[in-house]
């Protein structure tokens, strides 16, 4: 059951439901350097926009669905096959060790 408790919630909702099929949505975390830290709830949207969208992709830099293939920085390592350990990664957190 969806209960729009924040207005984040009632913004993806919306969205979610009256523009048609949606195939991709992007929680990038960005945050300016000076900015304080945040905490989402990103589990809950994720299968919020799932239960509204099946379909969509759901990009983020911890998953679930698309992440960037390398960093920040566009380092992607010698092969591209993407692999990465998923526990060690948050979003908005885009430290990844070369």
Known sequence: MLVPLHRT???????LIRYGSIREIWFDGAKGSNAPNMSCYFSDWFSMVKELQASINIFSD?????????????????????????????????????
């Open 62 to 98: 911890a998953g679930p669905d698309v992440r960037w293939v390398g960093n920040e920085n566009g380092f992607a390592g010698d092969s591209c096959w993407s692999t990465i350990n998923r526990t060690s990664l948050s979003i908005g957190n885009g430290s990844i060790v070369e």
């Open 9 to 15: 919630n009632n913004v993806f909702i919306n969205i």
